[in-house]
């Protein structure tokens, strides 16, 4: 029989799980590339994406009745679990709290082949959010069309630092980020080059950087957080 500590313990740690999932909706031609801009979305690589398939895709038939993949994806955080009746220690008794480095909040625009996405970082230590205005800007400023003003306000009040799709654009696949690698002699170090998108060219995907990277004998010791 569970008592009333121990469920006050399961219910704490429940709802701490819960605060750490984020989920987006993603959809392609296929299922890898729906994956993929899953984690595009998330920031993350997609060995760490869950997902649920919401639509399967459809070819169709000479085109016709042709459907996108649609999945809901999500990274569930590793929460670390403490023993019933075990005190959590904020600071160690004689070393300094860290020094947490103030961070304005940012705003990033990311450009993806079904529309124009946002993402708000919140601020750190006496950093300053971000503000609507800005949001608006680099929306503009890569050409996105039919934003939803209302939805951009609600991303920069909240700061959840995920991709939302917020508007569209007109898609020029020839202005579209490329990506190159330059292999030393030795074959020991890889550094990869990419160009900025232009005027209606998409950004890339974590996938395709990846995909890149395998393509080209890249497989070890890739810094995926750098």
């Given at each position: 029989?569970?008592?009333?500590?121990q469920?006050?313990?399961?219910?704490?740690?429940?709802?701490?799980?819960?605060?750490?999932?984020?989920?987006?909706?993603?959809s392609?031609?296929?299922?890898e590339?729906?994956?993929?801009e899953?984690?595009?979305?998330?920031?993350?690589?997609?060995?760490?994406?869950?997902?649920?398939?919401?639509?399967?895709?459809?070819?169709?038939?000479?085109?016709?009745?042709?459907?996108?993949?649609?999945?809901?994806a999500?990274e569930?955080a590793?929460?670390?679990?403490?023993k019933p009746?075990?005190a959590?220690?904020?600071?160690?008794?004689?070393?300094?709290?860290?020094?947490?480095?103030?961070?304005?909040?940012?705003?990033?625009?990311?450009?993806?082949?079904?529309g124009a996405y946002?993402?708000?970082?919140?601020?750190?230590?006496?950093?300053?959010?971000?503000?609507?205005?800005?949001?608006?800007?680099?929306?503009?400023?890569?050409?996105?069309?039919?934003?939803?003003e209302?939805?951009?306000?609600?991303?920069?009040r909240?700061?959840?630092?995920?991709?939302?799709?917020?508007?569209?654009?007109a898609?020029?696949?020839?202005?579209?980020?490329?990506?190159f690698?330059?292999?030393?002699?030795?074959?020991?170090?890889?550094?990869?080059?990419?160009?900025?998108?232009?005027?209606?060219?998409?950004?890339?995907?974590t996938?395709?950087?990846?995909?890149?990277?395998?393509n080209?004998?890249?497989?070890?010791?890739?810094?995926?957080?750098?």
């Amino acid at each position: 029989m569970v008592d009333f500590v121990q469920l006050q313990h399961i219910v704490k740690e429940q709802l701490g799980q819960d605060r750490t999932i984020r989920t987006v909706e993603a959809s392609g031609e296929t299922l890898e590339s729906a994956v993929a801009e899953a984690a595009t979305l998330l920031d993350i690589p997609v060995r760490r994406l869950e997902y649920e398939l919401a639509e399967r895709g459809s070819a169709g038939i000479f085109g016709a009745g042709k459907k996108d993949w649609k999945i809901r994806a999500y990274e569930r955080a590793q929460v670390k679990k403490e023993k019933p009746g075990e005190a959590v220690a904020l600071v160690e008794e004689g070393v300094e709290a860290p020094v947490i480095e103030d961070k304005d909040g940012d705003v990033f625009a990311h450009l993806s082949s079904d529309g124009a996405y946002l993402k708000v970082t919140p601020p750190a230590g006496n950093g300053y959010k971000a503000h609507e205005a800005h949001a608006m800007q680099a929306l503009l400023d890569r050409g996105v069309t039919g934003i939803d003003e209302a939805l951009v306000g609600k991303l920069v009040r909240e700061s959840g630092n995920i991709y939302v799709k917020v508007g569209d654009f007109a898609h020029n696949s020839a202005n579209d980020s490329q990506i190159f690698v330059d292999i030393s002699s030795d074959e020991m170090k890889a550094h990869i080059t990419v160009t900025p998108p232009g005027p209606g060219g998409c950004d890339l995907s974590t996938d395709t950087y990846m995909s890149f990277l395998r393509n080209n004998r890249v497989y070890y010791g890739i810094k995926e957080d750098f």
